[in-house]
Every structure is written in C-alpha cells, then in structure tokens.
C-alpha cells in the first residue's frame, strides 16, 4: 500500500509520534519493536519526475519484503521540486528515505545535522540511483535545423529554459550549456560569451522543469527546450508527441542520489527497512523501471538491455570535473557569482 500526501500532511503526522533518544538503547529498542510490528511505516521524498518509476518499484520492494521479513510496508509518498524537498525535510518533513535531483540538496541536508557525513559511500555507485543527460527539444520537423549546442545561437532561435537560481533541471542545463565549450577546447571566457549568448535568446526564465514545459508544449512558446531526456521520454509516453529530440554528443551526466536520513531513521526505529530499500533502488528490477520512464540506467546488466533506448553519448563531463556541487554552487549560482554576472549583462 502506498500513500501520496502533500508535504505538510507527512510532517504533522510524523510529528505527532512521541519522540524516541536519537543514539544507544533507545534507538535500539525503537527498532526491535518496529521489527515486530505487522506493518511498518516508510516515508519516501522524491522530486516530481521519479513519481512514474516508484509506481512500479515500490510495489516490488513491498512484495520482497513480505516474503523475506513478512512484515508489510506502506509507504508514504511525497514529490514536488527537489528544492523544495530539501526545504521541506529541513523544516521537519520526516523522510526515512529521499531521491532528489542534485548532490547539492542531499549536502544541504547532511549540513542541517540529518544525515550523516559520507552518505556518497554508504550505497553503490556513489549513491547516484539514475543518471540523465540534456536534452534539446525542438518543433515537428525541427525547422530550426538544431543539431547541437551550437544552433542555440542560430539568428532567430528562442530557447525555453529554466532559472538555474530557482530550478535543479536548469542549473544541469547550465552545465551542459558550458560543458559543451570547455569539453571541445574552449576557455572559461568563450564558455560565459556562449552562454551569455545563449540566456540572450532566452526571451523568459521559468520556475522550473515544469513551467518550462508548459511554455514550450502547452502555450508553443519558443524554438527549443532544454531539458532532461528523461522528462522528454515520459512527455511523449503522456501523448506530447510530434516533436524533435537532439541529444548533444557533449553532454553534462545529471547524476540523483539517494539517502537514508539518518536522523529520521533512527527516531522512527525503521533503519534496517530504509536501507534495505535504498539499495534495493540499484536491483535490476527496480533499474528497467527507472528505465522504462527514460532514466539511464546504473545496473551495467540493465544498461545493456536498453542500451538501443538511449542515444550514445560521446564526451560525458560531471559535476566533480568541476571540483564537486560545493564548488560548482560557489563558482556559477551563488550571489554575485558567473549566472548573476550572465543575467545582469543580458537585462
């Protein structure tokens, strides 16, 4: 059984359970007696566009979990903006267990004292559970000819992007954006003219992933929209179809990460399940769901079963070819950093 609550709903609930020691004996018996208990409780914190996948994947940890344990788990469920996410356990929603879009918010967490240093190590893969790339979606026919990064700055092409300031999806897009000249030889300074550029034929910043999306489907605004490949694949899977999708040879790895709240486990006795059930997220199973909504699977036995699914990409930069989210935060999207100094030469 699953059940999908808005944020401030889970919040209440969780706060109303007497609370439990954080550390020794207490935390202890809190787990024994979540251990006997017929059907236990799991709070899952996810941003909005993982919500098709954990459809499917929940019910299949939920059916494993019964016949090994023969305990049931219902599960509480909550997406939105991973920002907002992040915000959100941070003021007292009680995940045991999050899945958000960037390292960033998952050290924004770790940084409030709610999960515990060296979170990366504690799960496969650096605990990054899918990876995305940048997507450049055009009109049927893409009459623009958009063939890469390059076309952007094509006389006459409006691009339909997302507030990096505001919006995960868009600080990804910027990556790519400036990935794309550093990858191929260009210096920092050709890589903030292009993307100086770039914002220029930018005619308005959405909110984030989603409004951008209703701009460039819904109301037909602009040439181009920058966005994830998976967020494409699950518009046309929704009947958005008719459209042209280039995936750039250079390209940016969009790496999410999951992570058992520590805090919360403890407090909630439910360690042993959230665990089990953040390393489940790297099961072939619960991989070709990811998949199936178009996330680029982690599993090298479920990257080979789809591997016709997903365009090759030849030059992948990530986050730590710039020195880690710390960095990455400070250089390009804090106050006064390189996307305030883009935006201010663009007004």
Known sequence: MSVVVPAYAIGTALQERPANPKHGAGVSNQAQLVSQKQTVELTLVSYAVTKEAFSKIIPL???TWKREKGQEVKFNESYGGSGTQTRAVIDGLEADVTVLALGLDTGRLQKAGLVNAGWEKELPNESV????????????GNPKGIKGWEDLLKPGVSVINANPKTSGVARWNFLGLWSSVIQTGGDESKAKNYVTQVYKNTPVLAKDAREASDFFYKKGQGDVLLNYENEVVLAAQKGETGFFTVIPQVNISIDSPVAVVDKYVDKHGTREISEAFAKFLFT?????????VGFRPVDNTVKREFA???SPVKSLYTVKNYGGWDTVQ????????VFDQIYVANR
């Open 284 to 292: 072939p199973e619960a991989q070709r769901e990811f998949a199936k």
């Open 330 to 337: 400070a250089k390009f999207f804090g106050d006064g950093a």
């Open 129 to 140: 559970v899918t990876r995305s790339v940048v997507a450049l979606v055009t009109r049927a």
């Open 308 to 310: 016709r699914k997903f």
């Open 61 to 63: 940890f939920q059916e």
